[in-house]
């Protein structure tokens, strides 16, 4: 399941589910639970991030390995309130599902709720962690949730 986590993220819905679905049956397997058991509790306790968290710290991982794309690297002196990476202005939905735009959508977010973060390995492990404890079904409840403190 590691190989071309980024590209999962921009799947059709149903390939995402297809591939989810497969995860969770895993889990059920593993933990000998039955088969309508509901998997996220498995997940948290287990500490294995789920399919949709996977690609969340993929793409941190794609943002720290190259910040200085995405960011521009000059430093005011005062305090500009802009705790967010600006998202290209694009035409069609298309443009929504890349690693790059979802990269910029994903930290914004983080940035939000944690300002003055320095994005290293660090970052990466507490993002990591986080991530394994909430075990998020869907990317929109990541965008929904105001508690993820880094």
């Given at each position: ?6 590209t ?6 149903t ?15 593993i933990?000998k ?46 305090n ?11 035409r ?5 599902h890349?690693?790059?735009y ?23 492990n ?9 075990a998020?079904?869907e ?11 880094v």
């Amino acid at each position: 399941m590691c190989y071309g986590r980024v590209t999962w993220g921009v799947t059709t819905v149903t390939n995402f589910d297809r591939i989810f679905r497969i995860q969770k049956r895993a889990m059920r397997i593993i933990h000998k639970k039955p088969f309508k058991e509901h998997c996220k509790p498995l997940f948290a306790t287990s500490q294995i991030l789920t399919l949709p968290c996977t690609y969340i710290l993929e793409i941190c991982k794609l943002f720290v390995k190259n910040e200085h794309k995405f960011t521009n690297k000059i430093e005011n002196s005062h305090n500009t309130r802009r705790n967010f990476i600006p998202l290209p202005r694009h035409r069609t939905a298309k443009i929504e599902h890349c690693a790059s735009y979802m990269a910029r959508k994903i930290i914004t977010k983080i940035l939000k709720i944690n300002t003055d973060i320095k994005f290293n390995k660090s970052f990466l492990n507490k993002v990591k962690n986080l991530l394994k404890q909430k075990a998020y079904y869907e990317l929109s409840e990541f965008f929904e949730d105001d508690e993820f403190v880094v």
